[in-house]
């Protein structure tokens, strides 16, 4: 492989995946002021009389990176009282020497006595934002989403007594957590605009520092848990039960803190840390052609988590425990011209030669939606474009994965997730505009396909980085091609934790897989060829 596509793979590779990660933790833990949670129908005082507005800074690593202001304010409807919340969180992140920028607005209407009534969310991570608004009806949350000029509409089951985005702000300014508590809580998660469930912990008051000095604030352990996914963080609390400072979990240290708005709005120079960089698993040793391996072997390890559950298992990649935090993950290339299942080794097919296991493509997988514009005229246009008179659905695969990698010419890394239909106009992105340009124009053509999450071998950082890459149903089974690469397809180098449609709330969702894993992974090479 020429070295100039190796280079732009692999920063392509590390950057957009971390971003969009870390947006989706800072605002799922802390919010705009802390986690969401389910209200406390005990020890209720009455909503505030008067407006409140609060402002946090976020740092990473030590470094400015971005703000949350929310504001409250109570209103009455229907002739009842309620409160509203507005919230803004504003990111700015370095990833390879360029500037990421961000912005998640946040309003909702809830009540201690009502719960959640709506809710709008507008999330900015490519050229338009996606805009989602909410409301109840009964024990349903009626959700419809905006993007690219088209709306979808999905139900959920909603919980009774569930809280809305801020509820554990205002469960705790009103019932303060006290040392040695427990609460298991649940509440509408912002971004990703669905249900999780979160369990507070309180340990006791202790010396904390904050931006103004230190202070006797009480410690809260917060394990959310959401699709399947534990993600850790520890809030601190005054004797109020206002939360003035929090902290993720994992190597990438993560906090906010109270502040002032002139403290919020202080101008963020770039400094040392790159997100890029630092999210790359570094290895002890470079892989020769490392995107044209056949089979690989490799040691995980977590520090806290268990890689066996972490790291999924399939048709190109195979997991066996070695321990609590470790794990062999075996890796075998799989091309669309490879040859198809041995039918005696693999699920049993029926008459169109689909497998009869739960991974087959629905329609989730082969129908537009509001990130995979399939129907967006100028995607279908690229589709004909790409596929000229091919029509086997293994050469038509190949041809659109290299029609897509030659088509976006800049990499741009300021962008952390456009919709199809935006890249189809910028023509520009890394891993995660690949991959979601391929996954529409291969079902604009026909072909099932979806996102897959994971890692890949970049050279130029000689380790692992975040990536996405696009799958397509062939021959009875998923194939993995990487636009990024261009090469038909993928070698032994790719390190897959999940997969997702990104149809409705699995869209967003499909980046949790990573906070599983990320900055606690170590990955050694077995065995390659």
Not at 109 to 127: C, D, N, Q, W
Not at 436 to 465: D, H, I, K, N, P
Not at 523 to 529: F, L, N
Request: charged letters at 25%; a negative charge; hydrophobic letters at 40%.
């Amino acid at each position: 492989m020429p070295s100039g596509i190796a280079h732009v793979s692999s920063r392509s590779d590390t950057s957009s995946r971390r971003v969009a990660y870390f947006s989706l933790l800072v605002v799922v833990i802390g919010g705009c002021g802390g986690p969401p949670a389910k209200i406390s129908r005990t020890a209720q005082t009455k909503l505030p009389t008067t407006s409140k507005e609060t402002w946090d800074v976020y740092y990473m690593q030590g470094e400015r990176a971005g703000y949350a202001r929310t504001l409250q304010q109570p209103v009455e409807q229907d002739g009842a009282e309620w409160l509203r919340i507005e919230g803004e969180l504003f990111l700015s992140i370095k990833r390879f020497g360029q500037i990421n920028e961000q912005r998640i607005k946040l309003d909702s209407l809830e009540s201690i006595e009502r719960g959640l009534r709506s809710f709008t969310s507008e999330v900015t991570m490519g050229a338009e934002p996606v805009v989602t608004t909410g409301h109840l009806e009964r024990n349903t949350l009626v959700s419809e989403t905006k993007s690219a000029g088209k709306t979808s509409q999905i139900r959920q089951e909603w919980p009774a007594g569930a809280g809305g985005f801020f509820a554990v702000d205002l469960d705790l300014a009103r019932r303060p957590m006290q040392p040695a508590e427990r609460r298991t809580l649940s509440a509408l998660q912002p971004v990703l605009n669905i249900i999780g469930t979160i369990e507070l912990v309180a340990r006791d008051y202790e010396p904390t520092e904050l931006l103004t000095g230190t202070y006797d604030l009480l410690h809260i352990d917060s394990v959310l848990e959401i699709q399947g996914q534990r993600i850790e963080s520890t809030l601190w609390t005054d004797r109020t039960g206002d939360i003035l400072k929090t902290r993720a979990a994992g190597g990438i240290e993560q906090v906010t803190y109270r502040a002032t708005k002139e403290q919020a709005l202080e101008k963020i120079d770039s400094g040392k840390f790159d997100l890029g960089v630092a999210s790359t698993v570094k290895l002890d040793r470079p892989l020769a052609d490392a995107h044209q391996t056949r089979r690989a072997k490799y040691r995980v390890e977590l520090t806290t988590a268990d890689p066996a559950r972490a790291f999924v298992t399939g048709p190109t990649q195979q997991v066996v425990s070695t321990g609590p935090h470790s794990a062999e993950v075996t890796v075998v290339a799989i091309r669309p011209d490879s040859p198809a299942p041995d039918p005696e080794a693999e699920p049993p097919v029926d008459s169109d030669d689909e497998p009869a296991a739960s991974d087959r493509p629905t329609d989730a997988e082969r129908e537009p939606n509001d990130l995979l514009q399939s129907g967006d005229p100028l995607v279908v246009a690229m589709a004909r474009e790409a596929a000229g008179e091919e029509a086997d659905p293994a050469r038509l695969a190949v041809a659109l994965e290299k029609y897509v990698h030659d088509k976006i010419r800049r990499k741009d890394f300021s962008t952390a997730l456009a919709t199809a239909a935006e890249v189809a106009q910028s023509l520009q992105g890394d891993c995660t505009e690949h991959a979601m340009l391929l996954a529409a124009l291969a079902r604009a053509s026909g072909l099932a396909s979806r996102v897959a999450t994971g890692l890949v071998y970049a050279a130029s950082e000689q380790g692992f980085a975040f990536h996405m890459w696009t799958e397509i149903y062939l021959r009875g089974r998923w194939v993995p091609l990487d636009a990024t690469l261009g090469q038909g397809g993928i070698g032994a180098a790719h390190l897959k934790l999940g997969h997702s449609n990104l149809k409705g709330t699995a869209a967003l969702a499909s980046f949790l897989p990573v906070t599983q894993v990320m900055g606690q992974l170590k990955i050694e090479v077995i065995e390659i060829e």
